[in-house]
């Protein structure tokens, strides 16, 4: 049984690729900012506060995989809490790193953003051009950062960089994208497109992003990965389908100009780790405030 340790345990991904990765029998090590009041069964809990002076000592003594999912809850919080940031996206990756390479792991995962790309026409390709230092915010900034750090690495053991792009799902904090919209609708409170749709995204279903996840332990390259949905929609599509599912009529205000997308290319991820099959359309239930369900 492969030994994973995991980051940011409490969040919507990193609870599913624990829940998971204990269903696919791998013995997994999670590391949480807080004592979890529902833990899963299984997992071995271990207390790390990124935000503070730790010691990679209090780490097990040897796993064969990291699976680095971990960021501040504060990145929209710039600059009052950009130290936050930084110590929880980057400074705790460059001490796992360490920690790994002293450990013998084999295989360091990192959760990246497909936001780096930057707005766009097309979907974006692994290999396309990002967003240069003066347009990244602090957090893109933070996360692409890591991605350097990760890749000097790759000599040492594996290393997959994954760019994920509008994970969704139960449990999703409502200040996020899709949540948010759907209380917006509810609440009759105003939504603001860029021309006459808005920006268009492939959202993908925090499930279909945690087999992604585990489907890099078998992988056996190095390598950077979009982890994105089946679906390609538009922010008033998303709206109106959510609308009816509510009951509620959307209401837009249009800005002019022309809408961009952040879409990311998926043919990698299909022919690489897993394909998508949870459609955004499905699963407004499970973004429904669950006061108003």
């Known amino acids: 049984m492969k030994k994973i340790l995991i980051t940011g345990a409490h969040g919507l991904l990193g609870h599913q690729v624990c829940n998971d990765g204990i269903n696919q029998g791998y013995d997994v090590v999670a590391l949480t900012h807080s004592t979890p009041t529902k833990p899963i069964q299984g997992v071995t809990y271990l207390t790390v506060d990124f935000t503070s002076t730790w010691d990679s000592v209090t780490l097990p003594d040897r796993v064969d995989a990291i699976i680095h999912l971990a960021q501040s809850s504060k990145f929209r919080n710039f600059p009052d809490s950009a130290l936050d940031v930084f110590q929880v996206n980057t400074a705790s990756t460059a001490k796992l790193l360490d920690y790994a390479k002293r450990t013998g792991v084999k295989k360091f995962i990192f959760a990246s953003s497909g936001g780096i790309y930057g707005n766009g026409q097309q979907a974006h390709k692994e ?21 350097m750090l990760v890749q000097n690495y790759s000599s040492i053991f594996q290393t997959i960089i994954l760019r994920f792009f509008f994970i969704y799902g139960p449990r999703q904090n409502r200040s996020m994208l899709l949540p ?96 998508p099959e949870i459609r955004l359309m499905d699963s407004f239930s499970e973004l429904q405030s669950p006061s108003k369900k």
Do not use: W
């Open 127 to 147: 290999t396309g051009t990002i967003l240069s230092p003066v347009e990244l915010d602090y957090y893109l900034a933070s996360k692409l950062a890591s991605e």
């Open 180 to 275: 948010r919209l759907m209380d917006n609708i509810a609440q009759g409170k105003k939504i603001t497109l860029k021309g006459r749709d808005g920006l268009r995204i492939n959202p993908v279903h925090v499930a279909d992003a945690a087999a992604a996840v585990l489907a890099s332990l078998g992988t056996m390259e190095s390598g950077i990965i979009n982890v994105a949905g089946p679906d390609i929609l538009s922010i008033r599509q998303i709206c109106m389908a959510m609308g009816a599912y509510l009951g509620s009529q959307p209401v837009f205000e249009q800005q002019e100009g022309t809408p961009s997308n952040l879409i990311g290319d998926i043919q990698k991820m299909k022919e690489k780790l897993h394909q």
